[in-house]
């Protein structure tokens, strides 16, 4: 289970959903990270994805993941998008997860490349999101 | 019967804020100027109106009002086409595939004249509001926007990635910016010409850490209009033109980053085009004599001159810093200034550079010519280095 992180305004741009990735976001809204695993090549994907675009096998399973890897790069934006003006300066980063999946997200805190990294859940009110932070 | 396509012509505006806000009451229109242009570019090759066979346009910002613009320039300038009049998009590779376009109906035989053409119009609208529109070309709108990572955000967390693999530094990369600067100061139409220094750039305000104001392309507006012709014509004009000798194009499968962790900061799109493009020309890169790259910020030219083998891996940023890359060094690379300084109205970019080789490769750049410039190299590309299309090109005089 990932930590779960209340935070008190919405999202700034809300990710839309799918009946599809309906899946992804409800798990996550309760802690936990999941994405497809094909079936055949037993490859994972992310973001999940309804075939396998590593082999194009059309039947994959959901898969959950643990949430633990290393912060490959980042950055913090200071010239933001209208809709993040109220929250620059942000940090965002590319984590490379333990099962081998690389992914963006929000960073908490400015951390040294390669530090190891825990993914959290940020609860917005209208849905979540995830985020890396340290670990310990 | 082999074809070979040739650049006889060039025309570009300066790049600049061209755009009027919305409720100004005099407006500068884009098809007016672009017009203009084109009047100057085949004056400039010295074909006649009725050679020109096809054209091909980048596609024009949402800004623009004047819809389906190819059409409409068609009629503005009454040129009848038996090639194809299209617009092309492909995000920042936009000019670069409308000038494969404009090649392509002269290797197919259907044109013997064509114009790739374009014009970028934007700066009316404010930053933060382009990026709401811009995020969601460089990530998954779902997955990474969300996040409100911008598209330089990306480059810049190749930055990061490079100063802690490569033990380089700010300053390192911030001195691209200052060679980009000075080369911009010999170019009549770079957006930026103040000559600066590193600790200038390194003063600036943050925009993406650790990219500074002056590491980031500024925003503008442009247009370029560059003559193609199949090389019989280029032969029979009697002036210098300038032969495409090759292209490379490799697109990796992946938009901004891939799941499957690689070697984020190795550009394996801009390494395979270039390798592509150096075999089909019987090239190296050390032949190069200069190379204009499609690089909007400082750390995109470094690993974009690396992964085309101009500059030794993990050493393009000292090598910068070092005057390799100026005017005079051993590789001058981005003599136009850069997209930091000659500016980046992206849809037309990849334009520009080809402008600035075709101004290098017919002596006529003046103070920032490259001495007996003979062969360079170009690039244009979308997302971080995703893709990447290559030209080499060569001068005939």
Request: aromatic content about 8%; overall charge neutral.
């Amino acid at each position: 289970m990932l930590e779960i992180i209340d935070i008190a305004t919405p999202r700034a741009y809300p990710p839309r959903v799918s009946a599809f990735t309906r899946r992804f976001w409800s798990s996550l809204a309760e802690g936990r990270l999941e994405t497809t695993r094909c079936t055949a090549c037993q490859r994972f994907s992310f973001p999940p994805k309804q075939l396998c675009p590593h082999c194009w096998h059309r039947e994959v399973a959901w898969a959950p993941l643990s949430g633990n890897g290393r912060l490959y790069a980042a950055t913090a934006i200071h010239a933001a998008p209208l809709a993040f003006r109220a929250v620059a300066p942000y940090r965002v980063g590319i984590v490379d997860l333990d099962e081998g999946i690389r992914l963006a997200c929000a960073l908490l805190e400015n951390l040294p490349l390669d530090s190891p990294v825990r993914l959290v859940v940020l609860r917005h009110p209208d849905g979540p999101l995830f985020a890396a932070r340290s670990v310990g | 019967m082999t074809r070979t396509v040739c650049i006889i012509g060039a025309a570009a505006l300066p790049v600049g804020k061209w755009q009027k806000p919305a409720d100004a009451p005099e407006q500068v229109l884009e098809h007016e100027l672009l017009a203009g242009l084109v009047l100057d570019a085949v004056a400039d090759a010295g074909v006649e109106r009725g050679d020109i066979g096809a054209m091909a346009f980048s596609q024009c910002r949402p800004y623009t009002l004047q819809k389906y613009f190819a059409t409409f320039m068609a009629h503005y300038l009454r040129l009848p086409c038996t090639g194809t009049v299209a617009e092309v998009l492909g995000n920042g590779m936009t000019a670069g595939l409308a000038f494969e376009q404009a090649a392509n109906d002269i290797l197919l035989g259907r044109a013997r004249v064509a114009l790739a053409l374009g014009v970028n119009f934007e700066s009316a609208t404010s930053a933060a509001e382009h990026m709401m529109s811009s995020m969601r070309a460089t990530g998954d709108v779902d997955f990474q926007v969300p996040f409100g990572i911008t598209p330089i955000a990306w480059y810049a967390m190749d930055a990061a990635r490079y100063i802690h693999e490569h033990a380089s530094s700010r300053a390192e990369l911030a001195s691209v910016a200052v060679k980009n600067r000075a080369h911009a100061a010999l170019n009549p139409i770079a957006q930026f010409r103040k000559p600066i220094t590193l600790e200038d750039v390194l003063a600036q305000p943050m925009i993406v850490e650790p990219l500074g104001l002056f590491e980031v392309p500024p925003r503008g507006d442009g247009a370029v209009v560059l003559v193609l012709a199949e090389e019989d014509v280029a032969r029979g004009l009697g002036r210098p033109y300038v032969r495409v000798r090759s292209r490379g194009f490799f697109h990796e499968g992946a938009h901004q980053i891939s799941e499957v962790p690689n070697d984020m900061i190795r550009l394996i799109s801009a390494e395979t085009a270039g390798r592509t493009a150096y075999e089909a020309a019987g090239v190296g890169p050390a032949d190069m004599d200069f190379a204009e790259l499609y690089a909007p910020c400082t750390i995109v030219e470094v690993l974009a001159s690396e992964a085309l083998g101009l500059l030794p891996r993990g050493q393009g940023a000292r090598a910068a810093a070092a005057g390799e890359t100026s005017l005079g060094g051993r590789i001058p690379i981005c003599t136009s200034g850069g997209l930091q300084s000659r500016g980046h109205p992206a849809y037309v970019t990849p334009f520009y550079s080809l402008f600035e080789c075709a101004e290098q490769l017919r002596g006529r750049a003046g103070a920032r010519q490259v001495p007996n410039a003979r062969l360079g190299v170009t690039s244009a590309e979308l997302g971080n280095y995703n893709a990447a299309l290559v030209h080499v090109l060569e001068a005939v005089r």
